[in-house]
T-cell receptor
Framework: GAGVSQTPSNKVTEKGKYVELRCDPI?????LYWYRQSLGQGPEFLIY????????DSGLPNDRFFAVRPEGSVSTLKIQRTERGDSAVYLC???????????FGPGTRLTVL | RKEVEQDPGPFNVPEGATVAFNCTYS??????FFWYRQDCRKEPKLLMS???SGNEDGRFTAQLNRASQYISLLIRDSKLSDSATYLC???????????FGTGTKLQVIP
């Protein structure tokens, strides 16, 4: 079956611009996670959705970052006024409710010039 | 202190060697523990969960020491294909939020 998909795979933008990153979880997975991974680091938690609601957004670094999941499936991570420090790979993962394993998408590599 | 700490390596080992990684965690309330594998420029994938009694999957053995708050991963008879970064993952208590370590890089040499 289809795994987690993320689009775009690469995004290059200029400082100050707005970007949207999309995640399509595995069908039937109610839990969805966003992470950010910088070179040489492990994935850093950003936000977790259970269904449509954000159960925990404590990892969002500041109010320039926002994520939605309006129908409990696809999620969009939105970054306003991008900064060079936002450059990283943004990973999305999904899991069954109560499931222990998270299934990751291939990530979106964001480069802010 | 970081929530999850790992030696970043790299560990360079010859084929056929046995190698072990440790990972320490700070939250004594953590209940779930995992090892994920991440190949270069790829997404992380679950290698194995870590159970209180320890568990084995082929050449891989995972153990948990709650008293000392660390988990370990042992790889026997290393293969070239084992070269990857191994991420220690610990739940942060409560529900499904987890914290990843920085990863330990393993390079198996012919």
């Amino acid at each position: 079956g289809a795994g987690v998909s993320q689009t775009p795979s690469n995004k290059v933008t200029e400082k100050g611009k707005y970007v949207e990153l999309r995640c399509d979880p595995i069908s039937g997975h109610t839990a969805l996670y966003w992470y950010r991974q910088s070179l040489g680091q492990g994935p850093e938690f950003l936000i977790y959705f259970q269904g449509t609601g954000a159960a925990d957004d404590s990892g969002l670094p500041n109010d320039r970052f926002f994520a939605v999941r309006p129908e409990g499936s696809v999620s969009t991570l939105k970054i306003q006024r991008t900064e060079r420090g936002d450059s990283a790979v943004y990973l999305c993962a999904s899991s069954l409710m109560g499931g222990r394993e998270q299934f990751f998408g291939p990530g979106t590599r964001l480069t802010v010039l | 202190r970081k929530e999850v700490e790992q030696d970043p390596g790299p560990f360079n080992v010859p084929e056929g060697a046995t190698v072990a990684f440790n990972c320490t965690y700070s939250n004594s309330a953590s209940q779930s523990f995992f090892w994920y594998r991440q190949d270069c420029r790829k997404e992380p994938k679950l290698l194995m969960s870590v159970y209180s009694s320890g568990n084995e999957d082929g050449r891989f053995t995972a153990q948990l020491n709650r008293a000392s708050q660390y988990i370990s991963l042992l790889i026997r008879d290393s293969k070239l294909s084992d070269s990857a970064t191994y991420l220690c993952v610990v739940n942060s208590g409560g529900y499904q939020k987890v914290t990843f370590g920085t990863g330990t890089k393993l390079q198996v040499i012919p």
